[in-house]
């Protein structure tokens, strides 16, 4: 499978590791708008390209990895969905549910994949407590915490620009945490966020904490933060009415009552989890499984994001709507 990455930041340089793992797969072009990463890619050995659209339109392409900023992810997904090429797109999968249904309809119309890569669902330990859960071993899921929180200078990054990102830490890391919330208990159907004060200039939330409520009445928290260290071992947890389920950086573990922990997994392992989610596109792409992420899912992620901003500004518990949209201006930024 011959792949091009449109972006060649932080993500698109960990996409650029991790395909070079891949069975049956070779990265074979970049578009990148710095100079000195596209000759450092070229001494590498790959095509470059300013333009991502003179790319995709020169290039003999099956698939693209798009890891640019948010902004630019529907216009660029819309159009190398318009040459044919199945798409892998960094999170978030868009600013708005429009443009995420614009992005899906594409692909619908030309019969080819769009995915949003959503790493955790490739990490084995979060795999793992899904399979416990399901299987009774913690009994009924009561309550969950997600912690996405360190602390990093955020001032010179584009994640920070709300023009770029479309917002701060909600967004940013939030979709992997409604993600993991979808993944492990279903449909993430209402929230509640507040923004902590501020600990970071830059003009956009840098700390939230969002009330969720999904499958079966279940409700739950999520922290994100770029300004606070919490401390916690685990980044999932997963209170039951007979144990927990601790899912953790450096390992994670199933909680009984009267009983020694049971260790579950070794831990998050990014490199290894990106490896596993690019050779599960391309096993997609070959035709030999299925998406591990339906276009629904895929939708809600976006939906989810919007109403934990509508809460924000409301202060309310707010619907993640699935009906109503808004249309936007797409815009072009092929740089990570």
Not at 31 to 50: D, F, H, T
Not at 94 to 106: N, P, Q, V, Y
């Amino acid at each position: 499978m011959r792949v091009g990455i449109i972006g060649l930041g932080r993500a698109g340089r960990i996409h650029l590791d991790a395909w070079q793992t891949v069975h049956d797969a070779r990265v074979c072009a970049i578009a990148e708008r710095s100079g000195e990463i596209r000759r450092w890619a070229r001494e590498a050995g790959l095509r470059a390209y300013a333009d991502p659209l003179e790319m995709i339109a020169r290039e003999p392409l099956d698939a693209v990895s798009i890891c640019t900023p948010p902004v630019s992810h529907a216009p660029l997904a819309v159009a190398c969905l318009g040459h044919n090429l199945n798409v892998l797109c960094e999170k978030p999968l868009a600013l708005t549910r429009a443009d995420a249904l614009r992005m899906l309809r594409a692909a619908a119309r030309v019969g080819r994949h769009l995915l949003l890569a959503t790493k955790f669902r490739h990490v084995p330990d979060v795999v793992r407590a899904r399979e416990l859960i399901t299987q009774g071993e913690i009994g009924e899921p009561v309550a969950f915490e997600i912690d996405f929180s360190s602390m990093v200078d955020m001032s010179e990054r584009w994640n920070s620009r709300r023009a770029l990102a479309g917002g701060g830490v909600v967004i940013d890391n939030g979709c992997h945490a409604f993600d993991i919330v979808a993944f492990l208990f279903g449909t993430v159907s209402r929230v509640l966020a507040t923004r902590l004060k501020p600990l970071q200039d830059i003009g956009v939330e840098d700390s939230a904490t969002i009330l969720v409520s999904a499958g079966r009445g279940l409700v739950g928290r999520i922290d994100l933060s770029w300004s606070l260290n919490t401390g916690r071992e685990s980044f999932v947890t997963v209170y039951g009415s007979g144990g927990t389920i601790e899912v953790g950086w450096r390992g994670s573990q199933l909680r009984r009552p009267g009983r020694s922990p049971v260790a579950i997994g070794t831990g998050y392992d990014k490199g290894e989890a990106h490896r596993r989610m690019l050779a599960s596109f391309q096993a997609l792409v070959a035709g030999d499984t299925s998406p591990w992420i339906s276009a629904g899912e895929c939708l809600r992620t976006v939906a989810a994001v919007e109403a934990a901003y509508l809460s924000l500004r409301s202060e309310n518990w707010v619907q993640v709507d699935m009906r109503r949209v808004r249309e936007r201006q797409p815009a072009l930024e092929a740089s990570a």
